[in-house]
Nanobody, 116 residues
Framework: QVQLVESGGGLVQPGGSLRLSCAAS????????MSWYRQAPGKERELVAS????????NYADSVKGRFTISRDNAKNTVYLQMNNLKPEDTAVYYC?????????WGQGTQVTVSS
């Protein structure tokens, strides 16, 4: 079955960096686009970044452009989110997602807190 496991979250000061990882299994990872979403308390889940199956094409929310980078290692079945110059408004639970056979699959999420 499809499984997505995020890691790498934590507490960081404003201006700091974190790298999130999402390890995937249960499907042919190299054939599918992957996305990162986030959900802050009291807000709807929003798309942060997405990558095509080969990683050549990526897209970002305007709020993170120039600060976040999505990448993937198809040999390791893992997608990453490098987050630099973090701001308090980046505080949220971050999820990776894959759309596989017309269904969306989500990881359990990893908490990112940006605070001094």
């Amino acid at each position: 079955q499809v499984q997505l496991v995020e890691s790498g979250g934590g507490l960081v000061q404003p201006g700091g960096s974190l790298r999130l990882s999402c390890a995937a299994s249960g499907f042919t990872f190299s054939r599918y686009a992957m996305s990162w979403y986030r959900q802050a308390p009291g807000k709807e889940r929003e798309l942060v970044a997405s990558s095509t199956s080969n990683g050549v094409s990526t897209n970002y929310a305007d709020s993170v452009k120039g600060r976040f980078t999505i990448s993937r290692d198809n040999a390791k079945n893992t997608v990453y989110l490098q987050m630099n110059n973090l701001k308090p408004e980046d505080t949220a639970v971050y999820y990776c997602k894959v759309r596989y056979r017309d269904s969306d699959y989500w990881g359990q999420g990893t908490q990112v807190t940006v605070s001094s």
